[in-house]
C-alpha cells in the first residue's frame, strides 16, 4: 500500500564462506545448503519485495574469458525454476584471481499463484573489476566495474507456483568451462520488506 511504512527483515544470512566452485558451465547453487530460506506456501501477496545481497569473490581467464550468469531461483532442489536473471555478463580479458565483487538486487512480487502463475521482476547493480562492456576491454579500460543488471531490459522472470513450498536459492554458471573461472560467495543475505 503506498505511503505505509516498511521495515526489513532478514530472512537468511550466510554464517561462513562457501565453496569455490570452478571448471563448470551450466549453472548451480554457489550457496552453502545451510544457508538457503524456504518460502512456505502461499507466503507472499502482490508487491512484496525482498533485497538480496551476495559479495564473494570471482576468478576469470584471460584473452576469451566468456560471460558469467548469475539466477534467483525458485522451486524445489528437484525442480529449481529461473525466477530471475542476470543474462551473459562479459568478463574482462586480464585474468584475475578470486578478486571481490558484490551483486544487490531488489526483487518485487509481480504476481502470485499455482502452477506458473507467480512471477519476480528485478533489478540491481553488479560491481566489480572482473565485468565489462566487451571482452577485449582489460582493467586499464573498465575503470568503474559497475553495472546495472539484468543485462537486458527488464521484464518478470519465469513463473512458479507460490502456492507451494519454494527454496529461494541463487546461481551463478559460466559459459566456458576452465580452473580459471570461478566464484566463492563469502556473504549472503536476503531481506523481505514488509508492509
Known amino acids: 500500500m503506498a505511503g505505509v511504512p516498511s521495515f526489513p527483515q532478514c530472512l537468511t544470512a550466510q554464517t561462513k564462506a562457501g565453496t569455490l566452485f570452478n571448471t563448470y558451465t551450466t549453472a548451480k547453487s ?3 545448503p545451510e544457508d538457503l530460506v524456504t518460502l512456505p506456501a502461499n507466503y ?15 576468478s576469470n581467464i ?24 542476470s543474462g551473459a555478463i562479459q568478463l574482462n580479458a586480464t585474468a584475475h584471481t578470486l578478486l571481490p565483487f558484490k551483486l544487490e538486487l531488489t526483487l ?13 521482476i ?38 512458479f507456483d507460490s502456492t507451494t513450498a519454494n527454496i529461494l536459492d541463487f546461481w551463478a554458471g559460466f559459459s566456458i568451462s576452465n580452473a580459471g573461472n570461478g566464484i566463492q560467495i563469502y556473504d549472503y543475505e536476503v531481506l523481505q520488506y514488509i508492509f
Open 62 to 85: 584471460v584473452t576469451t574469458p566468456g560471460t558469467v550468469t548469475f539466477q534467483v531461483m525458485m522451486g524445489t532442489n528437484a525442480s529449481p525454476i529461473v525466477a530471475w536473471t
Open 108 to 120: 518485487r512480487q509481480d504476481s502470485t499463484g499455482n502452477g506458473t502463475n507467480a512471477k519476480f
Open 122 to 159: 528485478g533489478l540491481g547493480y553488479l560491481n566489480g573489476i572482473q565485468f565489462t562492456n566487451t571482452a577485449a576491454q582489460t582493467d586499464a579500460v573498465n575503470t568503474t566495474g559497475m553495472f546495472p543488471v539484468p543485462a537486458t531490459a527488464p521484464a518478470v522472470g519465469t513463473g
Open 44 to 58: 507472499d501477496k502482490v508487491g512484496t519485495r525482498f533485497q538480496i545481497k551476495a559479495a564473494g569473490a570471482l
Open 30 to 32: 554457489v550457496i552453502n
